[in-house]
Nanobody, 119 residues
């Protein structure tokens, strides 16, 4: 199994932007589907955005469409989540996750990074 390490969280005012990063080590990054999940206190974890191993197949949670963008840099083995026009309801711990291409579940998880959006 590889290791995923997130960074980039923080406190931002509503309408602001943050970019989350997730650096991967220990597996063939370019052969993994990757995703960002988030979990707010008292709520279920939800998948925010995902990208397939070949860079296509990007999917977004309806509430973040048009505001968040997922991307990868295979050379840097890094997954990104650009978050614009942040809202207080985006406040959560954000996790990156990976799964081997064509497998069913996400098997690798980062430790999470806190994003707090003030109104």
């Amino acid at each position: 199994h590889g290791q995923l390490v997130e960074s980039g969280g923080g406190l931002v005012q509503a309408g602001g932007s943050l970019r989350l990063s997730c650096v991967s080590s220990g597996h063939t990054f370019s052969r993994y589907d990757m995703a960002w999940f988030r979990q707010a206190p008292g709520k279920e974890r939800e998948r925010v955005a995902s990208v397939s191993w070949n860079g296509g197949g990007k999917n977004y949670l309806d509430s973040v469409k048009g505001r968040f963008t997922i991307s990868t840099d295979n050379a840097e083995r890094t997954l990104y989540l650009q978050m614009n026009d942040l809202k207080p309801e985006d406040t959560a711990v954000y996790y990156c996750a990976g799964r081997r291409a064509f497998s069913s579940g996400y098997s690798e998880w980062g430790q999470g990074t806190q994003v707090t959006v003030s109104s």
